[in-house]
């Protein structure tokens, strides 16, 4: 990714969670208002159907996704598959306890990571919620990075973007009032000072008003926050000791971490939630640290620099933290050690550490220990044997045997997408490709909006020389990540292939058509945005097939259930021949 884009989503995201888009935009009266929905912030708040007006929950989803598309293809982007499923495992959790939180569109939460030494994390419109690398090594226990996660759901769920939209729009008339007033003022003989005042009193009442919003957005995040950590089984303490310790880091550097920055933390707030504490009734359970949670930690230590230097200091960290007389952070840091070793090339080393923090979740006769919990950490160990076992130049045997154990560890935890995947990297690095696109095809007609999977079944059907169908495949991988047009190159590249056959150029032409009217549709979608935001009449925005960009059958169908199934083939054609 460009540095261009890189600084584009960055300075989005931290206009998303400083609100500092309206402050400016307030600041320069001459200027019209710019277009919000390109900066949207999300901790201004103001109930209604306002929020309806200004930002539809099918809008705002749908601009989430196109942030999220850039996010993606930021070098930074921490696409980590046991980081992103315990976030999204841990995210879930707390959303089923935040009651209302998916909105009429019951649309799903995606948590993710990127890399940042600044403590940070914040919510996109459509309830995307990013975490800072650095804010999973801080937290010391998952209360408190469930305080974090639900003062974000709080956010989305409270919609605090759409709902900012509304309230910047009439701070909007404030200045413009003030400039009309202040023109009257000086026809009326009032001089050049007595307009000058009238002007900046507008401003200074708009830019109030805006502060006012983003303290009351963070007091009802805070709210919803405590109300659903409660209600999940999480120790509420955790909110403020991890606020507390972030003051202590303002104290020791002088500088305030990101988080706190975006999201301001007043002595009003921390006693606000220290009262809520007092006044609610004890929980009859806390929920014990997952020991996932802190594999997750080790793997976000090693990930977030990957420097000589990083890898030092990370190395520095384990070693202090096997001294620590607590099993999980013993185990953790052993862990963590395997996976920096398979990082650094040194497979041998990489195993043996893993062994011994397999060892060490073992019960030993005769000890009792509260640290130990129901969780075991078996699908974080299985996925990082795989990995060193598909490490680049492991022998044959060695890939067999990954294929081996990625089919057991599939088979006993089903519902993992990252031992599903990885079982398919198995397959394909063990000569399996018939087997692997057997799977891959039977994955992508249940998890339609998982771009890797077509990824990997395109890679599947290069080795097998399907060149057609491969392109075929990656064409759907780009519709998924929003990059349209190279999915249309993709499916001519299809249609050239000497492979291609009279079923695939169906297809084809049917798919080309959807993303054509596709592109029409999103290029009226972004006119009608560009217009929201300019104050101008819009209109209703659909698609095509009568549904909602991003919620139509254009995204959710595609080749998942085409490729190499002939019925479904023989029904497209039966359709194109109706038409």
């Known amino acids: 990714m460009t540095t261009s884009r890189r600084l584009r989503w960055r300075s989005l995201v931290s206009a998303i969670c400083l609100g500092a888009t309206a402050t400016l935009a307030l600041a320069a009266p001459t200027v019209p208002a ?34 999220m598309n850039d996010i993606r293809r930021d070098r930074d982007y921490l696409d980590d598959d046991a980081i992103v499923e315990y976030l999204n495992n841990f995210g879930e ?9 998916r909105g009429e569109t019951n649309a799903d939460f995606f948590f993710f990571a990127v890399r940042d030494p600044m403590i940070n994390a914040f919510a996109l419109p459509g ?18 990075l469930a305080s974090v996660l639900s003062h974000e759901i709080g956010h989305v769920q409270q919609r605090h973007i759409a709902r900012m939209l509304g309230q910047q729009k009439q701070d909007a008339l404030l200045p413009l009032a003030a400039l009309i007033l202040a023109a009257l003022v000086g026809k009326a003989g009032g001089g050049a000072d007595a307009a000058m005042g009238v002007v900046m009193g507008g401003q200074g009442l708009a830019i109030q008003r805006q502060l006012n919003f983003s303290r009351d957005a963070e007091r009802e995040a805070d709210r ?112 963590g050690l395997s996976f920096l070793a398979l990082k650094q090339g040194d ?99 249940q998890y339609r909006e998982e771009p890797k999977l077509y990824d990997q079944l395109a890679k599947t059907y290069a080795a097998q020389g399907k060149i057609a169908l491969q392109h075929m495949a990656l064409a759907e991988s780009y519709v998924l990540t929003g990059a ?3 999915a249309v190159d993709q499916l001519n590249m299809a249609r050239k292939a000497q492979d291609v056959s009279f079923y695939d150029q169906a297809v084809i032409d049917a798919r080309e058509r959807e993303l054509q009217q596709r592109q029409k549709d999103e290029k009226k979608e972004k006119k009608d945005r560009d217009n929201l935001a300019e104050g101008k009449p819009t209109f209703k925005i659909e698609s095509s097939s009568g ?33």
């Open 547 to 579: 549904s909602a960009p991003g919620f139509g059958n254009d995204t959710r169908s595609g080749f998942g259930d085409d490729i190499g199934s002939m019925s479904t083939l023989e029904r497209k054609m039966q359709q194109r021949r109706s038409q």
């Open 347 to 445: 497979l041998k080393l990489a195993q043996s550490w893993l062994d011994k923090a397999k060892a060490s979740m073992k019960p030993r006769p005769g000890v009792l220990s509260a640290e130990r919990t129901s969780s075991d950490g078996a699908a974080m160990f299985a996925s990082l044997g795989t990995e060193i076992k598909l490490a680049p130049g492991q022998p044959p045997e060695v890939l067999a045997q990954a294929a081996q154990e990625a089919e057991q560890a599939h088979q006993k935890f089903p519902l993992s997408r990252m031992l599903a995947r990885q079982y398919a990297d198995a397959m394909i690095a063990s000569g399996k490709l018939d087997q692997a696109a057997t799977f891959l095809r039977d994955q992508v007609q």
């Open 127 to 144: 309830g995307f919620i990013g975490v800072h690398s650095q804010l999973l090594i801080a937290a010391q226990n998952e209360s408190e």
């Open 484 to 486: 349209v047009p190279a």
């Open 34 to 67: 710019t277009p919000v929905l390109r900066t949207p912030d999300a901790t201004l708040p103001t109930l209604g159907d306002a929020a309806r007006a200004d930002l539809s929950p099918v809008i705002e989803r749908k601009l989430g996704e196109e942030i």
């Open 93 to 101: 959790n707390l959303v089923s306890f935040a009651p209302g939180a």
């Open 224 to 335: 919803v926050g405590f109300q659903t950590m409660r209600a999940a089984g999480y120790d509420t303490s955790g909110m403020v000791s991890f606020f507390k310790r972030l003051q202590g880091t303002t104290r020791l550097y002088g500088e305030a971490p990101a988080w706190l920055s975006s999201h301001p933390l007043t002595g009003e707030r921390i006693a606000d939630i220290q009262n809520r504490i007092r006044e609610a009734p004890k929980p009859g359970h806390i929920r014990p640290d997952s020991i996932e949670f802190h594999l997750v930690r080790a793997r976000a230590r090693v990930l977030q620099d990957p420097s000589a230097k990083g890898y030092d200091d990370s190395k520095g960290a384990f070693e202090t933290q096997l001294r620590q007389d607590n099993t999980q952070q013993q185990t953790a840091a052993m862990y």
